[in-house]
């Protein structure tokens, strides 16, 4: 008797769901619309990464937000970018909101890729989204971070994909009063465990990284597989091919999430 019936291990190349592949849309105009959030002052590179990644993986349209005071950084070949209010930070300020609300309305997923800066602002305009959306959303590197007054409402909503480190994880179940403690010792069965009950008290999805694994969990379902190149999920790369499969399988997020890391 399989003593984790909740848990699949999946391997490079052999994914376990080879129709979400088979059935991907070959036309552009029947993939998609993303949607990427982020950038700052301090830099884009992981918007742009993430811009890149997404046209070339096939996502239909894809359309950016970023402060205004990027604009005489972004290169040419960056298209449809849409540059928002920046505060004294240089990241995304509150008078960003309308530019915001209207990505997301016209996103069928939206991606908050990272390198926001830590203003307030900026975490109070991404609250204002990821608190009540309802389309297919995926947070990750330190957009997780800043929206950590905002937990309770993001793990509490099923439209809600977390790409994020184990340290975050671990500071994500202290936040909320998860009663269970992450350890960087803990076997991978304990932490598949810990996944399986926590996606069945809270319905968002969770992908994490340890001990060389890469975990996707949803709905008490987890799957695991082998990574030996954790520097794509700290760049944004994971998260981007996450968001594209969910875009074409917006229905079963396990199943999506895990084929884009086959």
């Not at 619309?33 to 046209?55: D, M």
């Not at 937000?65 to 604009?71: A, E, F, G, N």
């Not at 509150?94 to 990505?103: S, T």
Request: charged residues 15%; aromatic residues 10%.
């Amino acid at each position: 008797m399989n003593q984790y019936p909740y848990w699949q291990r999946q391997a490079a190349g052999q994914p376990l769901f080879p129709d979400i592949e088979w059935n991907k849309p070959e036309r552009r105009d029947q993939a998609g619309r993303l949607g990427i959030v982020g950038g700052s002052s301090l830099g884009f590179a992981s918007v742009a990464e993430s811009w890149r990644t997404a046209s070339e993986l096939g996502a239909g349209e894809v359309r950016t937000l970023l402060p205004d005071v990027l604009k005489k950084t972004v290169p040419p070949a960056m298209t449809d970018v849409v540059f928002g209010a920046s505060n004294h930070a240089g990241g995304l300020g509150g008078d960003a909101k309308h530019d915001l609300d209207a990505l997301a309305h016209w996103s069928d997923c939206l991606l908050f890729i990272g390198d926001a800066g830590k203003n307030s602002q900026t975490a109070i305009l991404y609250e204002t989204v990821v608190s009540k959306t309802e389309t297919p959303c995926i947070i990750t590197r330190d957009a997780v971070d800043l929206l950590q007054n905002s937990y309770p409402a993001v793990v509490n909503n099923p439209h809600i994909t977390l790409v994020l480190s184990f340290a975050q994880l671990q500071r994500l179940f202290k936040n909320i009063y998860y009663p269970k403690m992450l350890t960087f010792s803990m076997q991978l069965a304990q932490l598949v465990e810990t996944l399986h009950k926590f996606t069945l008290s809270y319905p968002l999805s969770i992908m994490t990284f340890h001990a060389n694994q890469l975990i996707v969990a949803h709905s008490g379902d987890v799957i695991t597989q082998h990574w030996d190149d954790p520097m794509r999920i700290w760049r944004g790369t994971t998260a981007t091919r996450a968001a594209c499969y969910l875009l074409w399988t917006p229905q079963a997020p396990l199943k999506a999430l895990a084929s884009s890391i086959a």
